[in-house]
C-alpha cells in the first residue's frame, strides 16, 4: 500500500505543475497580440447563437463582416474557427504564407465513412502531393483542348433528352456530367441514368453526405463509440451508415477502375486519366501508386458532377427570374453561330457575353459558399473544386492578431462573391459587370470559386469548359421560362436552394421550349450527327 507522504507529494506535485501550466498559458495570453475580433463566446455553445442561421452560416459571417471585419474568430461549440471575408485576406493567408495555411482539419468521420480518400481533406505532405500530381498531369490548362470532342458529345447527348423531356432537366444535366466525366477518367460510356457505375457512384456520394449532415458528425465526434458498436446493436445507426458507406466507396473504387485494368489486360484500352496515369507510373508494380490512382479517379467523377450539376442549376434559375439575360445571351450566339449549326469551342472567344453569363453564374450564387469544410462541432457538407477549409501548422500573427496553431482557418467564398464594394447590387444577376464599355471582358475571370493557394482546384478549367459548353449549347437550343398556371398565369419563382453536399437551386417549376418552330430530334440529329446516341 503506498505511503501517504508519498500519495500527498504525487497529489502536490501534480496540482503546483498544472498551476504552473495555467499561468504560463495566461501570462502568453496576456503577451501576445489579440486573437481576431468576432462574435461573443458562451460556455459549451461558443459562438452559435451569433450566427443566425447555422445551416447557411456564410450569410451569418458576411453579415458579420460589418461589426468585426475582414478576420473574424468565433468558437462552434468548443472549436476555435478563423473565417476570412475578403479576398484581399484569403491571398495573403492562403497564397503568401501558404506554408502555414496549407494543412487540413481532421475527423475521425472521414475514415469511418470512406472519406479518407478526398484529396482536399489530406494533411499537407506526401500523400497529398502525389493525388495533386495525377490530376494536374491530366487537368492542366494545356490538357483540356484534348476533352473538347467529348464534353461537345455529352452536351449534344443532353440537348437531346431535353428536347424529348424537358420536365427532367435535372437528371438530363446530372447524365451530362457523368458522361463526359467517366469517359475522360476511365474511357467509360454511360448508356442511361440507370448505368451500373453511375448509380454506384452516386449512392455512395449520397450515403456519405447524408452521414455527415447536420448534427450527425457532431454526434459521432463526442460520442465516438457509437461508431464501434456492433451492427445489431439497438441505437446503432451510426455504425449501420458506416459499414454501407463503406462498401459503397469500396465499390467506387473498385468497379471502374477494374473495368480499365480489364481492357488494358486485353490491350483494348483507348487513352484515359487511369489508363495513361497506370502506364506512365508503372501502378500494377506499385500498390500505393495503385491506390492512389483509384482513389484520384472515383474522385473526379464525384467533385465534378456534384458542381457543375449544382452551378448549371443555377444558370437555368437565373435565366428564369432575368429574362432579359437569356435574350441578350441568344443574340451574342446567333450574332456569332447562327441557326444552321450548334456551338462549339472555337467560338468561345467570340461570345464575350456568354462568358460573362457563366461568370456572373460563379459568382451571383457560389455551389461551395464556404468553399468545402467539414468540423466536428459545425459542418457544412463537403466536396473538392472550390476554396477549402484550411488548418495552421504553426501559430501566425496577421494585421496585429493571433492566429492560433491547428485553428480552421475557412474563406467565406461568399462574402467576396458579395462584395458590394467590387461587385455593386451583388444579389441581382448582371453580367455586364465583367464588360467593359466596349462589350470586351474584364481581367477578372472569376476565381474566387476554385480556392486559393496550393488548395485551390485542380481541376478549374475542365469544369469551366464543361459549365460553357453546357450553357451555351443550353442558350442555342432552348429558352427557359416561368410555367404556366391552369389559367394561363405565370407562376411565381421563389428560389430555394439546398444545404447539401453543394448549395444548388431545389427543383423549380419552369417551361423549357425549343427556340425554333422546326426543332426536333430529326433536326437535332442533323446539327449532331449523334443519331445512334440519342435517348
Sequence with gaps: ?????????????????????????????????????????????????????????????????????????????????????????????????????????????????????????????????????????????????????????????????????????????????SSFILSIVYDYQPKSENDHVVRITLRFMELAMSAIGPGATMVMETFPFLLQLPVWFPGASFKRASVECLQAGHDTKEVPFQYVTDRMSDGQMPPCLVADTMNRMNGFENKIIENAIKEAASLAFGATNETTVGTILVFLLAMVLYPEVQVKAQADIDRVVGKDRLPNFNDRPALPYVEAVLRETLRWHPVLPMGLYISPQFELNPMVLSGVPHSTTTSDIYNGYFIPEGVVVIANTWAMTHDAQKYPNPDEFKPERFLREDGSLTSDTMPLGFGFGRRSCVGRHLAEAALWIAITSFLATFSIHKALDENGEEIPVVPKFSTGITVHPETFPCQIVPRFKDASVEWLTQLTGLVAEQS
Design 1 to 177: 500500500m503506498p505511503d501517504i507522504r508519498t500519495v500527498l507529494y504525487l497529489v502536490t506535485s501534480a496540482i503546483v505543475l498544472a498551476s504552473v501550466s495555467w499561468c504560463r498559458k495566461q501570462w502568453g495570453n496576456r503577451s501576445r497580440p489579440p486573437l481576431p475580433p468576432g462574435p461573443p463566446c458562451l460556455p459549451i455553445l461558443g459562438s452559435i447563437l451569433s450566427l443566425g442561421d447555422p445551416a447557411r452560416p456564410w450569410l451569418s459571417f458576411n453579415a458579420l463582416r460589418s461589426t468585426y471585419g475582414d478576420i473574424i474568430y468565433a468558437r462552434l461549440l468548443t472549436k476555435p474557427v478563423v473565417v476570412v471575408n475578403s479576398e484581399e485576406v484569403a491571398k495573403d493567408l492562403f497564397e503568401l504564407r501558404s506554408t502555414i495555411y496549407s494543412d487540413k482539419p481532421q475527423s475521425i468521420v472521414y475514415e469511418a465513412f470512406a472519406m479518407d480518400f478526398f484529396m482536399s481533406l489530406f494533411s499537407y505532405g506526401d500523400r497529398w502531393r502525389l493525388h495533386r500530381r495525377i490530376f494536374h498531369q491530366k487537368f492542366h490548362q494545356a490538357a483540356i483542348h484534348t476533352y473538347h470532342p467529348e464534353l461537345l458529345r455529352s452536351a449534344h447527348k443532353m440537348l437531346f433528352s431535353v428536347l424529348q423531356d424537358p420536365s427532367r432537366y435535372t437528371s438530363h444535366i446530372q447524365m451530362f456530367t
